[in-house]
C-alpha cells in the first residue's frame, strides 16, 4: 500500500505530465506545420532536435541525486514556456533553433523522468507497480490527444479570423497552402503563432502541481547513498555496458528510436502534403491515433500478465508494422483514404503503445534500484545520439524529395521488425518475473 504523501505526489507529478503532454501535442503537430513555413530546415531536421533534447535531457537526469526531481519538473515548464515565446516574439533563426530544442528538453526530460520518478514511489508494490506506469502514460497522452486535434483547428480558425475567411474557406487554403499567395501564407503563420502563445501560458500552468509535490531527500536517495560526483555517475553508467541484459536493451531502443525518427513527428507533414488532405482533417486523424493509446493502454495490465512484459513488447511492435504499410500507400484507396489511413493510424499508435508502461517496467527491472536514474540516463543518451543520426538522415537523405515521406514508412517497418527479434531473443528471461509476481 502507497502512503498518503507518495499516492499524492504521484497524483501531482500525472497532473503535470498531462499539462506538459498539452504543450508536446502542440509542438508535434501545430508547430512542425508552423516551421514547414518559418523554417524547413529545421522542420526537415525535427528529429535531430528531438535526438540533442534527449541527449541533453539525460544529462540533467543525471542530477536527480543532487537536485531531486522537483527542480527538474520546474525547469521543465519553464523552459516549454519561454521557448514558445521566444520563437513568436523574435523571428531569428538563432532563435528559433535554441527555442526548438530547448522545447523539446521541457517535453522530453519530464517524458524521461517517468520510469525512475514511478519507480521511486512503487517500487513496493512490485507487480501492481504497471498500473501506476500505465495511468501516468494514459493520462498524459489525453493531452497530447486534445492538442494534436485542437491545435490544427485553432490555427485555422486564427488564420480565419485574421485573413477575413469563413473557417471552411481557411481550412479548403490549407490543403495546398504551399500554392497559396505570400500574404496568405503569412497570415496563417501570425494564427500559428496565436496558438503557440495560449499553448506557452498552459506551460506555466504545470508549475501548480509541482510546486504542490512534498519531496524528501529519501524519494530519490537510498538511506545510506551520499550525493555523487559527475565523474562518479559517468563510471556507473559505464559500467552498466557490461551488464549483457542492459545492452540488449539499449540495442532494442536504438532501433525503435531511429525508425520513430522516420516518421512519428511527421505524420500531418504527410498527411497533408503527399495525401493531400487538408489540415484540420489531418490533425483530427492524428489525433485519434493518439486517443487510441489511451484507449489500448487500458488493456496493458491485462496484455502484461496473459503475455509478460517482454511478451507485450514484442507483440506491439509485430503488429504496428502492417498498419505503417498501409498509411504509406493510402492514396491507393481513393475515396476509402481517410477512413482507411485514419483506422490504420489508430491501430498503429494504438499497438505501438499498448506496450509503453510494460517498456518502462522492463527498463526499471534491469537495472537496480540506486542506479536506475543512471540507467534511463544512458538509455537517454544512445537514444538521443540515434535521433540525432535519423534526423540528418531525414533531413539531408530521405526527405530531399517529398516521396521520402512515403519511404520513411518502409524503413520503419524493417527496423520494427528487427527491433522485435532482439527484444525476444535478447530478454525474453523477464517474463519468468512477471509469471511469478
Known amino acids: 500500500m502507497l502512503r498518503g504523501r507518495e499516492k499524492r505526489n504521484l497524483y501531482l507529478f500525472i497532473i503535470s505530465y498531462l499539462l506538459n ?25 525535427f528529429w535531430a532536435f528531438y535526438g540533442y533534447a534527449t541527449f541533453i535531457s539525460a544529462a540533467l537526469l543525471l542530477f536527480v541525486p543532487r537536485l531531486g526531481y522537483k527542480k527538474l519538473l520546474t525547469f521543465c515548464a519553464v523552459s516549454c514556456a519561454a521557448s514558445l515565446f521566444s520563437v513568436v516574439l523574435f523571428h531569428t533563426e538563432s532563435i528559433c533553433y535554441l527555442a526548438t530544442l530547448f522545447s523539446l528538453v521541457g517535453v522530453q526530460l519530464h517524458f524521461i523522468m517517468l520510469s525512475p520518478y514511478v519507480a521511486a514511489y512503487t517500487g ?31 490555427a485555422v480558425k486564427m488564420f480565419s479570423l485574421r485573413a477575413g475567411l469563413t473557417y471552411g474557406e ?45 519531496e524528501r531527500k529519501e524519494d ?18 559505464t559500467s552498466l555496458l557490461w551488464n549483457r541484459d542492459a545492452v540488449a536493451y539499449l540495442v532494442y531502443w536504438s532501433l ?92 498503429r499508435s494504438g499497438f505501438a503503445n499498448l506496450g509503453s508502461p510494460a517498456d518502462s517496467d522492463l527498463m526499471m527491472t ?15 543518451f544512445v537514444a538521443g545520439l540515434i535521433s540525432i543520426l535519423s534526423g540528418h538522415f531525414t533531413g539531408h537523405v530521405l526527405f530531399v524529395h517529398q516521396e521520402g515521406y512515403r519511404q520513411a514508412y518502409y524503413l520503419a517497418a524493417g527496423l520494427y521488425l528487427l527491433a522485435a527479434a532482439v527484444l525476444f531473443f535478447g530478454l525474453r528471461k523477464y517474463n519468468r518475473t512477471d509469471a511469478s509476481a
Open 21 to 45: 503532454n498539452l504543450v508536446s501535442g502542440i509542438l508535434y503537430d501545430t508547430y512542425i506545420n508552423y516551421l514547414q513555413e518559418t523554417s524547413v530546415g529545421i522542420a526537415t531536421s
Open 124 to 154: 513496493a508494490l512490485k507487480g501492481r507497480s504497471i498500473d501506476w506506469y500505465t495511468r501516468a502514460y494514459y493520462t498524459g497522452y489525453i493531452g497530447y490527444f486534445l492538442t494534436t486535434y485542437l491545435g490544427g483547428v485553432f
Open 170 to 214: 481557411a481550412k479548403k487554403i490549407t490543403a495546398y497552402l504551399s500554392e497559396a499567395s505570400a500574404s496568405l501564407r503569412e497570415t496563417y503563420i501570425r494564427g500559428s503563432e496565436d496558438v503557440l502563445l495560449v499553448v506557452g501560458v498552459v506551460s506555466l500552468l504545470a508549475l501548480i502541481p509541482v510546486f504542490l509535490i512534498d
Open 220 to 237: 530519490y536517495l537510498e538511506a545510506h547513498q551520499e550525493k555523487k560526483s559527475f565523474r562518479e555517475m559517468t563510471h556507473e553508467i
Open 256 to 347: 525503435i528510436s531511429f525508425a520513430m525518427g522516420l516518421f512519428t513527428s511527421y505524420f500531418t507533414v504527410f498527411l497533408n502534403r503527399n495525401l493531400h488532405m487538408d489540415k484540420p482533417t489531418a490533425s483530427l486523424l492524428v489525433s485519434i491515433s493518439y486517443l487510441a493509446i489511451v484507449v489500448f493502454m487500458l488493456f496493458t495490465p491485462l496484455a502484461v500478465r496473459k503475455m509478460g512484459k517482454v511478451g507485450t513488447d514484442v507483440f506491439t511492435v509485430l503488429m504496428s508494422v502492417p498498419f505503417m504499410l498501409l498509411i504509406a500507400n493510402g492514396d491507393k484507396f481513393g475515396r476509402a483514404m481517410v477512413p482507411l489511413v485514419g483506422l490504420a493510424l489508430f491501430m
Open 366 to 380: 534491469i537495472a537496480p534500484k540506486p542506479l536506475r536514474p543512471a540507467y534511463t540516463a544512458l538509455v537517454n
